[in-house]
């Protein structure tokens, strides 16, 4: 123990010759390593390629039915609301009404707030046409994207002036992180702080946009059988998602709002944000599942030639509608699937043309306009400011991190487990997968002034490889040390001379992530695939370290190896790896900027696109910090 805090002490201050000098040479002696960034890219795409459910024709329309109920429930219970309250899914309409705005064009808006799930309250209009005299009309669902207007939003607003005009109700409901619910709490990748407490924070998105439907279907003047839902970009992702799950739904329109997430793979503009990838999604369902599910039902899909935000239609037809086809041609109902590529102004848009698209899809399977020419007309003077459309909103409205810190509280669920059921509930947590690696290559010594470096080349499972550098002193080493750090092995030829200069042989990684073995794109797009296909990123970084130092233990007859990790991501991935490694693997551990708590991870601050890896569904229901860390000192220095 002494030994190694001054280990610790040397990584801080460090004042021999050998750290300040030569450190340069070695840092470009790090960058030449046997990994190339295309591997990296191209063995990431494959791994979460095979890893998408695919979508299969079936024989006839009827076993598509008993599939189609089979993927809807799965992904209703194993995605969207596991480990949720059975409360939320099965909550009663609750609305807070206020004074109507009355106009003089044919219709009234109705003002209101609608539970979404306990404590958290969406803001909703109903533009209702006048005369309906308790009659029952088709009602649309209208939702929106990422338009910070919300519902004021002027394109929205036409949509749902005209709709009324049209004879029909339409709703215009509020999207968490946007308009009246535009604030720090509602930004859309926190559903993460849900999931790593083992409760799906895609059940908040999906609540917001089915109470909805939940008051639309109770509305006075609304024919419950006649339900449609129609939305741009974040809309069209909200309109595919609750009208394939609820069966509700009768007609959809999304326009440029989804794809298949093989699209996504190779478009990082179309990848979007945490609930449009959800954890385990990939692996019961794409979302050519979901358009399939829609089948008999009519559905107009609309993308744009020039799109300027994602889904370019280009880039989408071939993957996203075409797939579809063949199940509404077994349902003999070819007619009720249509596609649409707008060119005019052709770019991230719900405008006029869009529009016009839908009131004639509406017209020819919804809602019967009874128009021998269809036409928007709605004047400037009926689009109302964001203030004269604002609802009183709940001072004390709940949010994601409001709903996070409530679930915390009652974490982590450790009671009356031994420590090997604690290790089998964190190998279940992260997937674990139970790897050994081998050395696809592995180079002979190259001298970088005082270093001895080897560059090696590891295959850890069957699909994954990493780079691997070991660097040591021209004489023999006795100890070894295996660094892992956040930005990567070559931000720190530093340390690695530190520790060389104390004795060690330096076994420096960069897991799947970080580093060189950081795919393109962002770090939390990235992960994103990963979680969706029902893989961890956590667990793949955990795996990949201990196969590798299991294989090098082995092959070059080290003992055991000790560990400094740089950065709250590798203390956290060192930490999981020692609780789950063979005994004899490691000794000490130091960790620098390791995380006080796992309970930062749920702070309003806190930012999963930094440290993407720790959200690992569930992690936070089971375990602190603490059981980690004692995991992983029973497992190694007993």
């Known amino acids: ?46 791994f979460v390629r095979v890893r998408i459910k695919t979508l299969e024709v079936p024989a006839d329309a009827r076993q598509w039915e008993r599939q189609a109920e089979e993927i809807r429930k799965q992904v209703l219970d194993e995605v969207v609301f596991k480990g949720t309250p059975e409360k939320w899914r099965k909550m009663s309409v609750n609305v807070r009404r206020f004074e109507s705005i009355k106009t003089e ?17 969406v803001p909703a209009l109903i533009y209702v046409p006048d005369g309906l005299n308790g009659s029952r009309v088709s009602a649309v669902l209208n939702v929106n994207g990422h338009s910070p207007d919300g519902k004021a939003y002027r394109d929205k607003q036409y949509r749902c002036i005209q709709q009324a005009k049209f004879g029909m109700v339409a709703m215009n409901i509020e999207w968490l992180g946007m308009g009246q619910l535009r604030s720090s709490g509602y930004q859309h990748n926190h559903l993460a702080k849900l999931d790593v407490l083992g409760v799906s924070g895609l059940s908040v998105f999906f609540r917001a946009m089915q109470c909805g439907l939940d008051v639309l279907e109770q ?24 009208s394939a799950l609820d069966q509700r739904v009768k007609l959809c329109v999304p326009v440029a709002g989804h794809s298949a997430l093989s699209q996504r793979l190779e478009h990082a503009g179309s990848i979007g944000d945490l609930e449009q990838v959800p954890t385990d999604l990939a692996k019961y369902a794409d979302y050519t599942h979901l358009n399939a599910l829609m089948v008999p039902r009519p559905m107009l899909m609309i993308y744009n030639a020039k799109d300027n935000c994602c889904f370019v ?34 770019d991230h848009n719900y405008g006029a043309d869009n529009r016009l698209q839908l009131y004639r899809f509406l017209d020819l399977h919804f809602h019967r306009l009874d128009k021998q020419s269809i036409e928007e007309n709605v004047a400037d003077e009926e689009i109302l400011s964001a203030e004269q459309l604002a609802i009183p909103v709940p001072e004390e409205n709940q949010d994601f991190d409001t709903l996070a810190s409530r679930f915390a509280d009652e974490l982590p669920v450790v009671a009356n487990k031994t420590l090997p059921q604690l290790r089998e509930q964190l190998r279940t ?14 180079t002979g010594p190259r001298e970088v002034g ?35 750090a956040d930005n990567g092995v070559i931000q720190n030829a530093d340390k690695i001379a530190e520790l060389v200069e104390d004795g060690y042989r330096v076994i420096a990684i960069d897991p799947i992530q970080v580093g060189q073995n950081k795919p393109s794109g962002s770090l939390y797009q990235c992960n994103l695939f990963i979680h969706s296909t029902g893989q961890r990123t956590l667990g793949l970084q955990a795996a990949q370290i201990n196969s590798t130092v299991a294989m090098l233990r082995r092959v070059l007859a080290l003992g055991k190896v000790d560990v400094v990790a740089v950065g709250p991501r590798m203390s956290l991935a060192a930490r999981c790896a020692m609780a789950l490694a063979d005994s004899e693997d490691y000794g000490e551990v130091r960790t620098v900027s390791e995380l006080g708590s796992l309970a930062q991870l749920v702070k309003p601050a806190a930012t999963y696109a930094v ?10 229901r089971h375990f602190d910090l603490q059981t980690l860390k004692l995991l992983g000192h029973q497992n190694h220095v007993n």
């Open 1 to 46: 123990m002494k030994q190694f805090a001054m280990i610790s002490l040397l990584l801080s201050f460090c004042i021999t010759p050998t750290c300040f000098g030569q450190t340069g040479e070695l840092k470009q002696a790090l960058a030449d390593g046997l990994m190339q960034a295309e591997q990296v890219d191209s063995q990431f795409k494959e």
């Open 105 to 121: 064009y044919g219709y009234s808006i109705e003002r209101m707030v609608i539970e979404a799930v306990p404590g958290l309250w």
């Open 219 to 242: 509305h006075e003047n609304v024919n419950a059988d006649a339900l449609a839902v129609t939305g741009l970009s974040g809309g069209g992702w909200q309109t595919i998602v609750l």
């Open 313 to 346: 239609a280009s880039t989408v037809k071939g993957n996203t509608f075409d797939p579809t086809v063949p199940f509404y041609e077994l349902a003999g109902v070819k007619d009720h699937l249509a596609y649409y590529e707008n060119h005019d102004p052709g």
């Open 429 to 442: 947590t992260l997937r674990y997968p139970r790897w050994t690696a081998s050395a696809d290559r592995f």
């Open 450 to 484: 005082e270093f001895v470096v080897r560059y090696l080349k590891v295959q850890t499972g069957d699909e994954l490889a990493i780079g691997a550098t070991m660097v040591e002193g021209k004489e023999s080493s006795e100890k070894s040390v295996l660094l892992l």
């Open 611 to 620: 440290f993407p890896e720790a959200y690992c569904f569930g992690l936070m």
